[in-house]
Nanobody, 119 residues
Framework: QVRLVESGGGLVQAGGSLRLSCALS????????MGWFRQAPGKEREFVAG????????NYADSVKGRLTISRDNAKNTVYLQMNSLKSEDTAVYYC????????????WGQGTQVTVSS
């Protein structure tokens, strides 16, 4: 059973930075593509960023390109989301998710971590 635990959320002023972390346990980390999603109050959950099992391929939502960076350390079973130049519209609960490389759907999810950006 895959277990994902996020950390690093908090309150930050607009223009500031945060780094989220997500640790995976229970399975071999390096077979999973990883993703970050977010859900703002009253809105549906949306994709933010994804990274392949090797780390060689990444993709981003248009709204975060150039400001948020996803990375991973397979030796530490951890995926990161570096968040710079934060805006009030980035306020949301952020979730990490895992899918076996080659599959379409993210089937394992963390509990989420709150990010609040004050303007």
């Amino acid at each position: 059973q895959v277990r994902l635990v996020e950390s690093g959320g908090g309150l930050v002023q607009a223009g500031g930075s945060l780094r989220l972390s997500c640790a995976l346990s229970g399975r071999t980390f390096s077979i999973y593509d990883m993703g970050w999603f977010r859900q703002a109050p009253g809105k549906e959950r949306e994709f933010v960023a994804g990274i392949s099992w090797s780390g060689r391929s990444t993709n981003y939502a248009d709204s975060v390109k150039g400001r948020l960076t996803i990375s991973r350390d397979n030796a530490k079973n951890t995926v990161y989301l570096q968040m710079n130049s934060l805006k009030s519209e980035d306020t949301a609960v952020y979730y990490c998710a895992a899918k076996v490389s080659g599959q379409n759907d993210y089937k394992s999810w963390g509990q989420g971590t709150q990010v609040t950006v004050s303007s």
